[in-house]
């Protein structure tokens, strides 16, 4: 089979397609057949080994895929060959074939095609969680997304507004505001040219924003923390900005406000039964029509590279996905 390698860390561009030998699944393994993988923004971190998670060279990227399930191990009861699936697997996605642990896949629904399916679950269940869970977001509340045309922020604008909040959009051009503003955003600021704490103590006409959404990072986190109000929740998702903010400890305590952790494949993990009430609750506003997956882009396996590329370099709104089997 075929499969985007990374045989040394370093850029996209070091990323090679070779064959490599068949896999055979375990006792308690299914072995899918990928038909789309999502990029997401840990693929641009493994193959740097920048990630929490290290695997032994050479490896796939790709964490997040659907396809249909080719072969089952002896153990394995809750799925069988030709069943159409989900599954996470941290890499080895951007492949024609992953093995994954079988009591992790997740049935996929009728009504989801497989370009679709790769790219909804980890953006909006991290969104859902993060707004839901953590934050506890209330209806009439406002919700500031940060890096709000990436594909875990137009989650966060579509589900601040399913939960009944006042939705703010930061981003990093107008072209990409625009796209936030089709998802639902009330507000938008673009931080390249407009003083973020200036405009948002405007729009919120003195009060701040109660949940900050910062899948970002570097300097925006601490201007955000500064405009949030007073029981306000700031919720760190990520760092696609490249640096880890230090923020002055002093802010927290006065404003009364709270710095709050999202790690959604940790929670996914230990707390399997609330993430499949999470998923169910999302499936259910795709079904309704209240989500709308942005998918920017579909690349051959062959051009897998150049897709995590274009999200590195922050030039994508939505999601790209990748499909192993052609187009």
């Known amino acids: 089979m075929k499969a985007l390698l990374c045989k040394t860390f370093g850029p996209p561009e070091t990323l090679v397609v070779e064959n490599v030998p068949d896999l055979v699944p375990n006792e308690n393994q299914a072995l899918v057949r990928v038909h789309a993988a999502g990029v997401n ?3 641009t971190l493994i193959i740097q080994n920048k990630y929490q998670f290290k ?11 659907s396809g249909v399930v080719a072969a089952v191990g002896a153990k394995v009861k809750n799925v069988k060959p030709g069943d159409k699936v989900i599954c996470f697997t941290g890499w080895g996605a951007f492949a024609e074939a992953v093995l994954a642990d079988a009591r992790a896949l997740i049935p996929m629904p009728a009504e989801l095609d497989f370009v679709t399916a790769a790219s909804f679950v980890m953006t909006y ?3 859902y969680h993060a707004l839901k869970d953590r934050a506890a977001l209330k209806a009439g509340e406002t919700l500031l997304v940060l890096g709000a045309s990436g594909g875990v922020g137009l989650a966060a604008i579509e589900i601040g507004k399913a939960l009944g909040a006042k939705v703010i959009a930061a981003a990093s051009s107008a072209e990409k505001l625009a796209v936030c503003k089709d998802h639902g955003a009330d507000e938008t600021l673009d931080y390249t ?3 973020l704490k200036a405009r948002l103590k405007e729009i919120t006409g003195g009060k701040g924003v109660d949940v900050v959404y910062d899948p970002v990072g570097g300097d925006y986190s601490e201007a955000a923390f500064r405009s949030i109000a007073w029981r306000g929740r700031h919720l760190v998702i990520g760092f ?19 710095l709050v952790g999202v790690f959604w494949g940790d929670y996914a993990r230990r707390e399997p039964m609330n993430n499949l009430m999470d998923l169910r609750a999302l499936l259910g506003w795709l079904k309704e029509g209240r989500l709308k997956p942005h998918i920017a882009g579909t690349f051959p ?3 897998g590279g150049e897709a995590i590329r274009q999200l590195m370099d922050r030039k994508v709104s939505g999601k790209l996905v990748v499909t192993p089997q052609g187009s």
């Open 240 to 258: 696609a900005n490249g640096e880890i903010p230090k923020l002055p400890l002093n802010l927290p305590l006065l404003k009364g406000a709270s």
């Open 55 to 65: 695997p032994e060279l050479p490896f796939s990227p790709g964490g997040e895929c």
């Open 41 to 43: 923004f840990p693929d």
């Open 193 to 195: 040219t407009e003083d």
């Open 125 to 127: 269940a991290t969104s």
């Open 301 to 303: 396996l062959e051009r």
